[in-house]
DNA sequence: TAGATTGTTAATCGATTAACAATC
DNA sequence: TAGATTGTTAATCGATTAACAATC
């Protein structure tokens, strides 16, 4: 049985992978959990107990190695191994999505975009070809797909959600504005553009008074 | 001075807010926390502390009117007031911002777009122009601009900020994947699409072992 | 009035920070 | 070895949940 990491937890571990390859970029080889916390503008104490949530990466009196701290966590965050990605609504969003270059080099590979508009239907995103969804299910069974982005009409997505949840597909990542419900065995993560808006506007509005 | 409210409320307002929208919808008039608890997975005792740091919305032996209740967490928001948006970046991200329906039905109106490259100035996305980038300053100058949304490329994020700031905007939708500091009396809320994207991918490999 | 449900205080739980012994 | 810094335990702080008096 695996200890369960805290939310808060995981959703600070990107942040360090995002600083730690700046420092890597940088040709910074060690850092103490003092100097990354005066970087990040978090507490040392923080740094430390969220890494040891997952083992101890550090060396005392020395810190970090920055190249190897960099790569457990990309180990936690499973960006060594390859996710197939397919994309379902080739609109605007969808297409930014599968332009995003850095997303393949942390292992997410996108193998298709998919869309009912004959007008997009055979374009290629670099590289990569926009099918007609009456293929979906085909391309499923005969291709690995890990992860099945949700770029399409809000209006879509619950029916969506069942076909490819039926088809084997077992993580969704989720554009379409309206919380989907999935079995247990099913991963999902919603991305909510505009409450990140309406909390901007909070934070407008509230520094007004 | 106004108390603080903490950051874990306000991330939860705009989900009752769609809830709430939901219920309307339905033409559903009263609920109690009880119900909307069980809507949506919380527990009642957070729904009544949460709208509690803004006021007593509700009524006892009745519950809360949804209509009200809707209205009021709109004005929390500050959904109530337009607030004039330009996107600084015409790629696939901004354009399929900029065709978001929704944004405008809560008050973010989008004014404007900005890019340099020379294939889409000048074009229309949703009525509003694409204008090249030499034109912000003269723009932001005889227009009433609340918010700029970023998304040009990274490397260019940083010195776009000194300029808004400089002009005078002041709150950032940033969707350029790096962190940039502000001043205090500006607003910056980020979007980091890549780290959702880690964070999904740690829920799969998590589930593996 | 009796029943229902809020608003709010008190109790609990979990997350963050501080402190320090272990150790490189 | 002495100095530095981790890993980890203990203390604190804040957020969530429970309980209940107030009141519609």
Known sequence: MNKVISNAVIRRMPRYYRYLGD???????????NELSHIMNVTASQIRQDLNNFGGFGQ???????????????????????????????????????????????????????????DVINKTVRGVKIRPIEELDDYVKSNKVDIAAFTMPREKAPAMAKKII????????????????????????????????????????????
């Not at 397919?86 to 969808?94: D, F």
């Not at 993580?171 to 409450?195: C, K, Q, R, T, Y």
């Open 23 to 33: 420092l890597l970029d940088r040709g910074i080889e060690r850092i103490s959990s």
């Open 166 to 209: 039926s088809l084997g597909i077992k993580a969704i990542w989720n554009f379409a504005n309206m919380e989907l419900s999935v079995p247990d065995d099913v991963v999902i993560e919603n991305v909510h553009l505009s409450d990140s808006l309406m909390q901007l506007s909070y934070n407008i509005v509230k520094d007004k008074n």
């Open 60 to 118: 005392q009196g020395y810190g970090y190695n920055v190249k190897k701290l960099y790569e457990e966590i990309g180990k936690i965050l499973g960006l060594d191994v390859t996710h197939n990605l397919i994309i379902i609504g080739a609109g605007n969003l969808g297409q930014a999505l599968a332009g995003y270059v850095q997303f393949e080099k942390r292992g997410f590979k996108i193998i298709s975009l998919f869309d009912t508009n004959e």
